[in-house]
Every structure is written in structure tokens, then in C-alpha cells.
């Protein structure tokens, strides 16, 4: 069992930045690759980047392909998503979420049933 626990969101204006945090309770932090996805309403959830077991790999939603950037710190237990340059779409729920991927390195999940666990979410509200 995972438990994982957001912060770091707020209102901010278009053009801004936040950084949002991930820490996990698992001692086996590394086991997992990691995700952030996000929700607006009336929309569906939809991944918006991802990073392998040991942040080798990374991949991106085209939509925040140069703005947004994951990394994590195993020895922390927290993944990071560093967002620049913000818009108003950019405003949703922002979740954490992790996919046990022992024996799959490079493996990065990018669809929401291949992760095993998720945050309560934090509110990224950007406005225009």
C-alpha cells in the first residue's frame, strides 16, 4: 500500500510558475514509476507527464511538452512537477499517482488504469 500526498498548488497568473509536490509513504519508493495527471471540470482525467522507476525516462502530454518538468528524488520519496510559463487551461485538479513497476525500468505509464494508486489531488488555478 501507497499512500501519496500532493501539495503545492494555488492560484497564480497566466505566465507564472508553481512546483507541486508528491511524497510517498512507501519505503520501496523505487519500485514505482510515477505520473501526474490532471482533471478540469466537466473534463475527463488525462495524463500530463510521467517519469520511470530511477527518473531515467520521462514523457510529456504534447499539451505541456517544454513548460512542465518531472523528477523525483528516491531518497526522498517525492516526485516534483516544476510548471512554467502557465495558462488558463492549465487550471484542474493536479493528482499524483504511482504504478509498481519492479522489474520494468523503463517503463512510464501514461493511462490511468495502469496506476495502482493516487492522491487526493491538489487545486492549480491559473488565471488570465
Known amino acids: 500500500q501507497v499512500q501519496l500526498v500532493e501539495s503545492g498548488g494555488g492560484l497564480v497568473q497566466a505566465g507564472g510558475s508553481l512546483r507541486l509536490s508528491c511524497a510517498a509513504s512507501?519505503?520501496?519508493?523505487?519500485?514505482?514509476?510515477m505520473g501526474w495527471f490532471r482533471q478540469a471540470p466537466g473534463k475527463e482525467r488525462e495524463f500530463v507527464a510521467g517519469?520511470?522507476?530511477?527518473?531515467?525516462?520521462?514523457y510529456y502530454a504534447d499539451s505541456v511538452k517544454g513548460r512542465f518538468t518531472i523528477s523525483r528524488d528516491n531518497a526522498k520519496n517525492t516526485v516534483t512537477l516544476q510548471m512554467n510559463s502557465l495558462k488558463p487551461e492549465d487550471t484542474a485538479v493536479y493528482y499524483c499517482?504511482?504504478?509498481?513497476?519492479?522489474?520494468?525500468?523503463?517503463?512510464?505509464?501514461?493511462?490511468?488504469?495502469?496506476?495502482?494508486?493516487w492522491g487526493q489531488g491538489t487545486q492549480v488555478t491559473v488565471s488570465s
Open positions: 517519469i520511470s522507476r530511477r527518473g531515467t525516462y520521462t
Open positions: 499517482a504511482a504504478d509498481f513497476a519492479l522489474g520494468v525500468g523503463g517503463k512510464v505509464p501514461v493511462r490511468l488504469y495502469e496506476y495502482d494508486y
Open positions: 512507501s519505503r520501496t519508493f523505487s519500485n514505482y514509476a
